[in-house]
């Protein structure tokens, strides 16, 4: 088992930055990649973005120049770093790891956060 911690969720004005961290402990040799998934009301759960050991990334269309996915060298700790929030961040915002397939960073997922949440408004 790889029980995922978050935190770092919040409520921030729309422009404004939040930054996420998900630390992973236990049977750390079962992962390979880390990222973040989110979930709005009424919505499917989305991939935001994730990060493999060796660095390699995926975002979300959405995101992409306004987040930053990073890892600590230990591998352990993955980082959301959210700039220029808008109104539809809003989200529950799950961490997850597991492992890239192809061209996904985060393509296989066994272990899923408690998930937090990150209210933006206008």
């Known amino acids: 088992q790889v029980p995922l911690v978050e935190s770092g969720g919040g409520l921030v004005q729309a422009g404004g930055s939040l930054r996420l961290s998900c630390v992973a402990s236990?049977?750390?040799?079962?992962?390979?990649?880390m990222g973040w998934y989110r979930q709005a009301p009424g919505k499917q759960r989305e991939l935001v973005a994730a990060?493999?050991?060796?660095?390699?990334?995926n975002y979300a269309d959405s995101v992409k120049g306004r987040f930053t996915v990073s890892r600590d060298n230990g591998k352990t700790t993955v980082y959301l770093q959210m700039n220029s929030l808008k109104p539809e961040d809003t989200a529950v915002y799950y961490c997850a790891a597991g492992w890239p397939v192809g061209q996904s960073a985060l393509g296989i997922i066994h272990y899923w956060g408690q998930g937090t949440q990150v209210t933006v408004s206008s």
């Open positions: 236990g049977s750390i040799f079962s992962i390979n990649a």
């Open positions: 990060i493999t050991k060796g660095g390699s990334t």
